[in-house]
């Protein structure tokens, strides 16, 4: 059974090997390298399995399953160098539905992986859509349909639809779109989305002069609705 993953692992070396061996199961690997970015990309992509690394910056692995598993029941397999009863309760506490302690071998890892996705029944089957009318975001496949037709796009434009079809009808600032894009970059200017916002309008609307899938709200940004 294959699965989207999500590793979120400190160390480079671990979250590279963590990489290779599931792919090798025939997963796809999302990798994060801070407990922030595990809930946020965990939020946004609805992973079949998250394998999450105790001792993370800005937000432990503790307190990611805390939070994690309040907003859903997707499953969470810890890892941590801490070994004793006391931590390896507490975190099956937390919502966590394994638990391997480090080091661990990669072999009895992937088995516990298998193990884990057979029992929850996830697998990429299971991934969610975002969707408004038409058109449909796949953020697993990293693909955009517009009326059954697949829109090719580049990575700055699927982020971009990707976060307005997760919320239609919401209205997104340039600000908040710029920050999907590319973070807190001072030297990238709130005008990049307006030029990506009107090459999508090419490739998913009709007439892009007149839009009637991505508009614009005067004086706020940009939405998406379900015309």
């Keep these: 059974m294959c699965a989207y993953v999500l590793v979120a692992e400190d160390d480079p070396k671990q979250a590279e090997l963590l ?16 407990g922030r970015s595990a809930i946020d990309e965990a939020r946004r992509v609805d ?18 399953c805390r ?15 801490r070994s004793t009863e006391d931590d390896l309760l507490l975190g099956l506490d937390l919502g966590a539905d394994d ?21 929850t029944g996830r697998s990429q089957d299971d991934r969610r859509l975002f ?23 580049t990575l700055a434009e699927f982020r971009i639809i990707e976060t307005l079809a997760a919320e ?20 990238i200017t709130e005008r990049t989305v307006d030029v990506h916002v009107m090459n999508l309008r090419k490739k998913i609307e009709p007439d892009p002069r007149r839009p009637v899938r991505l508009l614009t709200v005067y004086g706020v940004g940009y939405k998406l609705t379900h015309a």
Excluded: N
């Design 19 to 34: 990489r290779r061996y599931l792919e090798r199961e025939g997963h796809e690997v999302l990798v994060v390298h801070d």
């Design 47 to 64: 992973p079949g399995l998250v394998v999450l690394d105790v001792m993370m910056p800005k937000v432990d692995g503790l307190d990611v």
């Design 67 to 81: 939070v994690l598993r309040a907003e859903s029941d997707l499953p969470i397999l810890m890892l941590t160098a």
């Design 99 to 119: 638990y391997v302690a480090k080091p661990y071998s990669p072999r009895e890892l992937m088995a516990r992986v298998r193990t884990l996705l057979r029992r």
């Design 131 to 153: 969707q408004a009318g038409d058109l449909v975001v796949d953020p697993v496949r990293h693909t955009v349909t517009a009326a059954d037709t697949l829109v090719e796009c």
């Design 168 to 187: 239609p009808e919401r209205v997104f600032t340039r600000k908040q779109l710029l920050e999907r894009i590319h973070g807190f970059d001072r030297f």
